[in-house]
């Protein structure tokens, strides 16, 4: 059993935590204080006197007042978390795009780290290492036995301390150390390249603050070395989300002017908001970071055809940006129906002399809204349904039942629209995928049915291309549209 939650944290965790990270930048607004309910908080102190003086070891009662504080939140739904001051920064960093590291995208193989790709510029880019090879110690610690979250903790550090990864490089059949002095890593959220003539390919990993500036800079190379572009495929597969901002930029690249992106509905009137396809509503420091668009690729981007590519691990930014090209019929939806986040979550420093971005102690991210499509759906539990089912392989969609959807978690919010239906027959398939996940695993690497998105092996890009060029398409034969699953009060 143990061997099974790790294969499945490895296709979940990712989701997860990005969903946990999308955050709306509108200011939070603070108001009147609610009417205290007295007796209720009668109770709590009597709680709390009565730990502080029977309890068998002593406590400290920060700890315990914090502790009330996040489980009060966590109450609540999935999204809404109290950040400590040690939350905060990772949180910090999870949006941002940065962090102290050597610079590797990474996954697990075999027990050891495996390298995907160093990211470019970043100390382990710069010291050689290569896609394909495993980290076998680090610091001399062997990696076997070690999560993937524990190995990433250890190579992450102070900047300008050293690390020592011992690689194994199967290609040369080699194991040699290198020392790494870590640096301010910013993780690069957008892949671009040209598929096949004429036809390009655009990755969204995650909306971070970077994410606009660097999509408009590698599109913008993309159409200076291939102007007559016929078609571009927006690959938001397991892309988690992020910053709203990021999501109503990106879809205004590919949208007309000041049509609506996505609007929201919540109990303030800061939580009721509609954003439109105008630098107003993304221009986050009153800079338009789609400047970096010269204006006749500006223009061409609002007419290429345009197919997007969506998966159950395509949630939050993600769906608001897929949800608006979907309604205003500016692009096809290729895929499986998308998580179901349909609701935005505020940042606010709990101390109010200071911003988010330089909080000194701790915050609160609370979900403030439902956000709805721009004909009005709430995606809230249930997704976006693609235009076209397609699977993940030509054998079908074989592991998309492990993916972790909003649905899944524990309290999540209902849409608001209509009554939810339970999905009886989930985790029969959530057994069935586990099982062929782990055969899948037993294989050599080149082996397996799980190629790396934009790879000529990707089955869904060559499928999307297809799309492009009015070519049939191979339509899946299993997958129907999920219904909104029921929520346990």
Do not use: W
């Given at each position: ?6 294969v499945?944290g ?11 990270a999308?955050?709306?930048?509108q ?11 007295l ?16 309890y ?10 914090t ?7 966590a ?6 978390v ?11 960093e999870g ?15 075999d ?37 993937l979250n ?23 059949n ?5 020392t790494?002095?870590?640096e ?17 390919w ?22 200076k ?5 016929k078609?571009?495929v ?5 892309d988690?989300?992020g910053y ?15 049509v ?8 303030l009137?800061e ?10 509503f993304?221009?986050?420091h ?11 690729t500006r ?28 309604d ?10 998308t998580?179901?986040?349909g609701?935005v ?5 709990l ?9 000194p ?42 993916s ?34 782990e055969?899948?695993?037993?294989k ?10 934009g ?14 060029k ?7 034969k ?5 219904a909104?699953?029921k929520k346990?009060?």
């Open positions: 059993m143990g061997q099974k939650l790790k499945v490895l296709l979940s965790a990712g989701v997860l935590a990005g969903a946990l999308s955050i709306s930048l200011t939070a607004a603070r108001g009147a204080l609610a009417p205290l309910p007796e209720e908080l009668q109770q709590l102190a009597a709680v709390f006197s009565m730990i502080k003086t029977n068998v070891d002593p406590v400290d009662e920060k700890k315990l007042i502790d009330a504080i996040a489980g009060m939140v109450g609540l739904d999935p999204h809404s109290y950040l400590d001051q040690k939350a905060l920064k990772d949180f910090n949006t941002t795009g940065k962090f102290v590291g050597v610079g590797i995208e990474i996954s697990q193989e027990g050891y780290i495996k390298i995907v790709s160093p990211i470019e510029d970043s100390p382990a880019f710069k010291a050689g290492l290569k896609p394909g090879d495993l980290i076998v110690k680090i610091d001399n610690t062997p990696v076997k036995g070690l999560t524990e190995g990433v903790k250890r190579m992450r550090g102070e900047p300008n301390t050293q690390v020592l990864l011992s690689i194994y490089r199967k290609n040369e080699r194991t040699f150390d290198v790494i002095t870590r301010v890593i910013k993780t690069q959220s957008v892949k671009v390249r040209l598929v096949e003539p004429g036809y390009g655009v990755r969204l990993s995650q909306f971070q603050e970077r994410t606009v500036a660097d999509f408009a800079r590698k599109v913008e190379d993309l159409y070395q291939h102007p007559k572009l078609g571009l927006l690959d938001l597969r397991n988690p989300g709203l901002d990021a999501a109503v930029a990106i879809s205004s690249a590919f949208l007309p002017d000041n609506t992106v996505v609007s929201a509905n919540g109990q009137a939580s009721k908001f509609t954003y439109k396809a105008a630098p107003q993304y221009a986050r009153g800079d338009d970071p789609l400047d970096q668009l010269d204006p006749i223009k061409a981007l609002k007419k290429v055809p345009l197919v997007v590519l969506v998966n159950e691990g395509s949630a939050s930014a993600s769906e608001i940006v897929a949800g608006a090209l979907q205003h019929q500016r692009a096809k939806l290729l895929g499986s129906q998580f179901g986040k609701s979550q505020t940042a606010v420093c101390d109010p002399a200071f911003r988010m971005d330089n909080c102690t701790a915050a609160l991210k609370l979900t403030t809204s439902r956000y709805y499509t721009p004909s009005g759906k709430s995606i809230q539990a249930k997704g976006i349904v693609p235009d076209v089912m397609v699977d993940e392989t030509e054998q079908g969609n074989l592991f998309a039942a492990l972790t959807r909003e649905a899944d978690l524990e309290k999540h919010l209902a849409s608001g629209q209509g009554a939810e239906v339970k999905d009886v027959a989930r985790e029969k398939e959530r057994e069935e995928a586990r099982k062929r996940l055969e899948e695993m037993k050599p690497a080149d082996e397996r049915k799980l190629p790396e998105y790879s000529d092996k990707d089955f869904q890009l060559q499928q999307a291309i297809l799309q492009l009015g070519l049939p398409v191979m339509v899946s299993t997958q129907v549209e999920r909104e699953e346990d009060n």
